[in-house]
């Protein structure tokens, strides 16, 4: 098989199933979770970044979108890298989600790494769900 079809088959895989991301991920390398990107040290930059050029209004942190498979986000040595978006709770510029690469807005590797404790997987939270019935 050559790699272009191994390419476009694990793209294809990717957009069925969630689950096969963490199959495409280089060794090392984890999926990135919102609670462990707003732990990095630039995070306040980033965070300045999004909101000076989209506001302030409410908006979700989401990493490794299902409708995005090719914009994932990985903790690749303790490193965070690619894709993060801002999904705000109502329609900003015409849009509702914003996608930022992270090493575009903290170029520097120390400024994108997460802490060693923010490494370790827990439990999910219980966390109360956004209302969007207003939308």
Not at 10 to 26: D, E, G, I, R, T
Not at 51 to 61: C, D, L, M, R, V
């Amino acid at each position: 098989m050559t790699f272009w079809a191994l390419s476009w088959l694990l793209s294809f895989s990717l957009v069925l199933n969630n689950a096969v991301l963490v199959l495409a991920l280089p060794r090392n390398c984890f999926l990135l979770s919102p609670d462990q990107l707003q732990s990095v040290p630039g995070w306040s930059y980033l965070q300045t970044a999004v909101e000076a050029n989209y506001g302030t209004e409410p908006y979700k942190i989401v990493t490794n979108d299902s409708q995005f498979p090719t914009k994932m986000a990985s903790l690749c040595g303790g490193v965070a890298e690619g894709w993060v978006w801002f999904e705000y709770h109502a329609r900003v510029q015409g849009h509702y989600k914003w996608s930022f690469q992270i090493e575009g807005i903290l170029p520097e590797a120390a400024d994108r790494r997460v802490s060693d404790i923010m490494r370790v997987s827990y439990p999910a939270k219980l966390r109360r769900s956004p209302d969007f019935s207003d939308l």
